[in-house]
């Protein structure tokens, strides 16, 4: 099953699964953020609108694409704002926007599918103003070699969607030959993590005020 009709799939019970991941998700999103404030958002990979509703608090304007049309139906169920749109999109393509459009770029729980962080990297560099910030929540690689991975349940069986695995120097690497400059690194655990690795891996780039 290829990822787009893994999510589409999973849609039906992603809200409601239990997901320490995606809980974690939520809460380290939330926390890192709160305090912030953007004209115009960028989020990549909505899904079901997990996080939407929270970036629609923090900006003025959210542009929220998926590749998934099961995942961004309940999305738009869920986020009613007025100041959301929903497009269908797939990331690993040009994105559907203008260049310096956003000061706030954000991907959660989306590059672990992704096979080439550079292509994100550079069109990253390319939609944010200068001075705009990209805000990355993921799965943490450690996480990723004892081969955790997306998964869910369908009639008993567990379908593990496709994954690949990114090291933080990948994610660093990546910023850096797209000019991108790493203010802010995270790791997160959940309260169920005791003794174990970190959950989750959080970045925070920034494209300089003085690059083009």
Not at 87 to 101: F, H, K, N, T, V
Not at 149 to 154: C, V
Not at 156 to 172: K, L, N, P, R, W
Not at 181 to 191: C, M, N, Q, T, Y
């Amino acid at each position: 099953m290829n990822i787009r009709n893994a999510y589409d799939e999973w849609s039906a019970s992603y809200d409601d699964d239990d997901n320490l991941t995606r809980d974690l998700d939520q809460t380290v999103t939330r926390g890192l953020l709160a305090a912030s404030q953007a004209d115009s958002i960028l989020e990549l990979g909505c899904g079901t609108g997990k996080n939407t509703a929270f970036y629609a608090q923090i900006g003025a304007s959210v542009r929220a694409l998926d590749f998934s049309p099961g995942m961004i139906e309940k999305a738009r169920q869920k986020v009613l704002a007025d100041n959301v749109r929903f497009e269908m999109a797939d990331i690993p393509l040009r994105w559907p926007c203008s260049g310096s459009e956003f000061d706030l770029i954000a991907c959660n729980l989306v590059l672990e599918h992704i096979p080439d962080l550079i292509h994100i990297f550079a069109e990253a560099f390319r939609a944010l103003r200068p001075g705009g910030r990209f805000f990355i929540n993921e799965l943490h690689p450690f996480r990723q070699y004892e081969g955790k991975k997306a998964r869910f349940q369908r009639e008993g069986e567990t379908v593990e969607v496709e994954a690949f695995v990114h090291h933080i120097s990948d994610f660093t690497h990546a910023a850096k030959e797209n000019g991108l400059k790493l203010v802010r690194f995270d790791e997160s655990w959940h309260e169920k993590d005791a003794g174990k690795p970190p959950r989750l891996v959080s970045f925070v780039f920034e494209k300089e005020s003085d690059a083009i």
